[in-house]
């Protein structure tokens, strides 16, 4: 804008810009005074400079506001030069003016912005700082002066840069002469020195700062303390390395500890091996001992105190051995359908037979009324029982042991189980030693015998164990509750499957063993290297009839089968020249013999190779030493066999009277001697009442019969001897046999 005016301030002209911008029109100013566009403040300012101004004739620069016809205010910088007469005064004057309002405006924003800017700064949690392109710190907020416990004049210039760690400090340097004008975020991790005079990490962030040309002025950034987290990674960092070596030590030892069981489960195998062939001999022929009817009452019993002994050193065996398997994770339930009272019975007169040996008093009770068949594992079921009992009468000196069974209610079963399930409590007491308290968690210790001063430490230490092993396994727990000197009372809780009628596929032993066979006699090759071995199982069977031949390994077996055409192979896993393995592999991928029944029958009962056994084809399994009566058992389960069984004989049995008199079981004898019995409904009764193993029951029906009439007498007597010696499963086929 140019205006010029006359030596008494009026002005003469205004340029056109001059009008536009202060929105007159040309006559509305000629002849004014000027100042009288400008604010009061502009016009006591124009006053203070007018002095000057006519002394030197000139002014640069003098910020005034104009004040335009609407009344709004502009700011300008105004420059004039001032023409003088011979006598120095002012006649005309030419002034230059520049608006500068909007510069005013940006300024005031500035201002404005950069205040903000430190409110916002001061105020947050983080270090901020600001340098310029010479590492220069030109801002530094409340928190980096709070840290660092400086004031800002002392931070500012190069300063700053003491706070940070030596071995940080150059690269920090480095980072902020990065110039490559790009407007990116750059990370880095330092150290810097606290009020504490500790140095502490931070991860610093920074961009790089703008003039409005677009040039790199400097730079702002912001930094946390991540101290925590990187002594939690250096820590995290020492405790991985440290997990490393422990892996690696942990690999090695798991590998010495697989070494080791590797050798044990060897060492093991092979120890059950070597001592179960010369134990299959003494058992086998003990057992053959037991049926000759030759010997005399003293032979037989030292036949059976041999058998006891083997029997006694095979279970000290098979704990070792269960053990094992326990701990490898191997030990399998067999379930299947049994008959409970039979199976009761059998382990109370294997009981019984040991109370009476000490002149102890057994007592058996069923509490409730029980299941007739059950879905269990019958031989881990009795070996936890009579090793509960075996104790119970162990420890007891004097007195009496008390078994008893009860049902506590069902089970929960799921919907797509059809047969009921209920929880059976079997409960041991005793009126024995008693235990302390602090031996009560020993006592399932392994190797851990409790010393009792009546009795030797007999056995390997493993029964309870074991037996809880297998309880656990069952679903159970075994409990124990014990006085010192008082006795004790251990049980435990189990849930079976139960079924109404004993089925097909149960596992019922033969009560008489068998004397003969009817008709063709099978052919049976028994291929085994031990010479032993063999002659057990010939004597045995070539007594009942089969055609039984040798061999002395798989080799000369495949040669034998060929030319005898056996109906059943009797195989040792164990021998030289080729080994049962290769002898069932080499029958397996033979078209002729592909379905030839083969049970091994080892000294190896491994669970490894019983599975392999089972893999490569074999049909059945026996361990050695081997029962006779399961021998035959097995047998019959893959070649037809009719039996031929002692005739009957004439029992004696218990009048209530204690009298003895000889009932005769055979149809065939005096119609005198003639068991006379009561009514099929009669019959039924007690047959229930037998099912459901409800002994006192029985007993009541029983003299309920007898004192109706006495023609029932031996039929009572026979029932009630039946009864109180528990022996149930006789107690059925005997009701049985009657109704048919």
């Known amino acids: 804008m140019l205006h010029s005016i006359d030596g008494d301030a009026r002005i003469l002209d205004v340029s056109n810009y001059w009008l536009d911008r202060l929105g007159y029109q040309r006559q509305e100013i000629i002849g004014q005074k000027w100042i009288e566009f400008l604010t ?32 709004e205010v502009i700011d300008t910088l105004l420059s004039a030069i001032a023409d003088k007469d011979d006598n120095g005064n002012i006649t005309r004057t030419l002034a230059v003016i520049i608006d500068i309002t909007e510069r005013k405006k940006a300024e005031a924003a500035l201002r404005e912005s950069e205040a903000r800017f430190k409110i916002m700064a001061d105020s947050a949690p983080v270090l901020i700082w600001m340098t310029d392109l010479n590492h220069q710190g030109v801002f530094f907020n409340k928190a980096w002066l709070e840290f660092t416990g400086s004031s ?27 110039r490559n004008g790009k407007n990116q975020t750059i990370e880095i991790q330092f150290r810097i020195r606290g009020i504490d005079e500790q140095y502490y990490w931070m991860l610093g962030k920074q961009v790089p700062r703008f003039n409005s ?11 946390i303390d991540i101290t925590e987290i990187v002594n939690a990674k250096e820590q995290l960092s020492q405790a991985n390395n440290q997990l490393e070596k422990n892996t690696i030590q942990l690999s090695r030892a798991k590998e010495e500890a697989e070494s080791a069981n590797q050798a044990k489960s060897s060492f093991i195998a092979h120890m059950s091996h070597e001592l179960r062939t010369p134990l299959n001999g003494i058992l086998g022929f003990a057992q053959i001992l ?42 399998e339930l067999e379930l299947k359908y049994i008959s409970f009272p039979s199976f009761i019975e059998k382990i109370i007169s294997i009981i019984d037979v040991r109370a009476k040996q000490k002149n102890l008093t057994f007592n058996y009770q069923a509490l409730s009324p029980l299941p007739a068949v059950i879905r269990c594992d019958e031989t881990r079921l009795r070996q936890v029982l009579l090793n509960l009992l075996g104790n119970a009468i162990k420890f007891t000196s004097k007195g009496e042991v008390n078994f008893s069974l009860k049902t506590l209610g069902n089970c929960e079963s799921t919907k797509l189980e059809n047969n009921q399930k209920k929880w059976i409590r079997f409960q041991i007491e005793d009126t024995g030693s008693g235990i302390s308290p602090e031996k009560i968690k020993e006592i399932f210790l392994p190797f851990h015998q409790l010393k009792n001063e009546n009795s030797l430490n007999e056995g390997s230490g493993l029964g309870l164990t074991i037996s809880q092993k297998i309880v656990n396994l069952m679903g159970g727990e075994i409990k124990v509750e014990t006085i010192p000197e008082i006795g004790s009372k251990f049980y435990f809780d189990i849930c079976f499957a139960e079924a109404e009628n004993t089925p097909e596929n149960s ?18 090759l028994i291929i085994d290297d031990n010479q032993t071995n063999r002659a057990v199982v010939v004597s045995y069977l070539q007594k009942l009839g089969f055609e039984v031949s040798e061999a002395d390994n798989g080799k000369q077996g ?16 164990v021998m030289p020249v080729m080994d049962g393995f290769q002898t069932i592999e080499a029958l397996r991928n033979n078209p002729q ?18 599975l392999s056994s089972y893999r490569i084809g074999c ?19 893959f070649i037809e066999i009719e039996w031929i069984y002692p005739q009957p004989t004439n029992l004696v049995l218990s009048t209530q009277d204690n009298q003895s008199q000889q009932i005769v079981t055979s149809a065939k004898n005096n119609t005198d001697n003639l068991i006379i019995a009561p009514s099929p409904e009669q019959i039924n009764q007690l047959l229930h009442l037998t099912q459901i193993g409800d002994i006192e029951a029985i007993l009541q029906q029983a003299k309920h019969l007898q004192d109706s009439d006495t023609k029932y007498s031996s039929f009572t007597n026979k029932v009630c001897e039946l009864a109180q010696s528990f022996q149930q499963h006789k107690l059925l086929k005997f009701l049985e046999n009657l109704l048919k």
């Open 40 to 71: 009061s403040a502009s016009r006591h300012q124009v006053q203070e400079n007018l002095s000057d101004f006519s002394r030197n004739g000139s002014c640069w620069d003098i910020p005034y506001q104009f004040v335009r016809k609407n009344g």
């Open 152 to 178: 800002l004049e002392q931070q500012l210039g190069d300063a700053w840069l003491e706070n940070i760690h030596v071995k940080e400090r150059n690269l920090c340097c480095q980072i902020l002469s990065n």
């Open 213 to 223: 040309q677009g040039e790199i002025i400097g730079y702002i950034g912001s930094c």
């Open 290 to 331: 037991q049926t000759d009817e030759n010997l005399n009452q003293e032979q037989h019993r030292k036949v059976d105190t041999i058998y006891q002994s083997g029997e006694h050193l095979l279970t000290l065996l098979n704990d070792i051995l269960n053990l094992s398997k326990i701990e490898a994770n191997q030990l």
């Open 507 to 524: 596992d019922i032993s033969l009560e008489i063993q068998p004397i003969g066979i009817k008709g063709d006699y099978p052919k049976i």
């Open 558 to 573: 495949l040669e034998k089968i060929e030319s005898l055409k056996p109906d059943l192979i009797l195989l040792d896993l």
């Open 593 to 610: 013999f592909k379905d030839l029944p083969i049970i091994v029958i080892s000294a190896n009962a491994m669970f490894d190779a019983q």
């Open 619 to 637: 049909n059945a399994f026996l361990s050695k030493p081997i029962d006779l009566k399961l021998l035959i058992q097995s047998i019959a389960q």
